[in-house]
């Protein structure tokens, strides 16, 4: 079957560095996708990885290895902005978007 | 870059009235459009994909006679929920695709609630 699995929610303090793991099982593959999605709102497209290796976007960074099934969004300098839900998302060999259940992450001061 | 709008952006209706969302491309051509539910503090959920001139196709678990999706146009396709009831409320959002299926554009989403 499909799944994609990520923490449910995680802290993390104002200024510091957090990691968000996502790993994942789809029917083929055609890239991993992290969306940040504020409450209420729609999501909103931060990354996507097809190759192995690190993609690096001012503060934020995502991390694929197709061989582990595995992924993650390291956010750097973090900013009270940045409390959000962060959702991990498999594209399949259709072309569909294998959505995950999503990481709350909460910024303390 | 791509934007894709929806309207409205919140909606309340009596139960057993139907609901039409909107969802444009504005500023490309949407080969494929998706149709997306989500419930408070859950994840996304697919309900149906819908490519220009032709059916969509739902989703196992969504009804096809309750949720009508047109996509007449490439910039624009509609969500229509027949006979609403308030377990149809919910977040409803759409996003599109051009011509690179891996670039998928999302709207703002529609609030309807279900009264």
């Known amino acids: 079957g499909q799944n994609i699995d990520q923490p449910t929610e995680m802290t993390a303090t104002e200024g510091a560095i957090v990691q968000i793991n996502c790993t994942y099982q789809?029917?083929?593959?055609?890239?991993l996708f992290w969306y940040q999605q504020h409450a209420g709102e729609a999501p909103t497209f931060l990354s996507y990885?097809?190759l192995d290796g690190l993609e690096e976007k001012g503060r934020f960074s995502s991390f694929l290895s197709r061989s582990k099934g595995y992924s993650y969004l390291l956010l750097k300098e973090l900013q009270m902005k940045d409390s959000a839900s962060y959702l991990c998302?498999?594209?399949?060999?259709?072309?569909?978007?294998?959505w995950g259940a999503g990481t709350k992450l909460i910024i303390k001061p | 870059g791509a934007v894709v709008s929806q309207h409205p952006s919140w909606v309340i209706c009596k139960s057993g009235t139907s609901v039409k969302i909107e969802c444009r491309s504005l500023?490309?051509?949407?080969?494929?459009m998706f149709w997306y539910r989500q419930f408070p503090k859950q994840s996304l959920m697919l309900m149906a994909t819908?490519?220009?001139?032709?059916?969509?196709?739902?989703e196992q678990g969504v009804e096809k006679d309750k949720f009508l999706i047109n996509h007449a146009s490439l910039t624009l396709s509609t969500l229509t929920v027949t006979s609403a009831h308030p377990e149809d409320s919910s977040f409803y959002i759409c996003?599109?695709?051009?011509?690179?299926?891996?670039?998928?554009?999302f709207g703002p989403g529609t609030r309807l609630t279900v009264t």
């Open positions: 996003s599109a695709s051009g011509q690179e299926p891996y670039e998928q554009y």
């Open positions: 500023d490309f051509q949407a080969t494929t």
């Open positions: 819908s490519n220009e001139g032709s059916k969509a196709t739902y």
């Open positions: 789809t029917s083929g593959f055609n890239g």
């Open positions: 990885n097809v």
């Open positions: 998302a498999s594209m399949d060999s259709n072309y569909q978007l294998i």
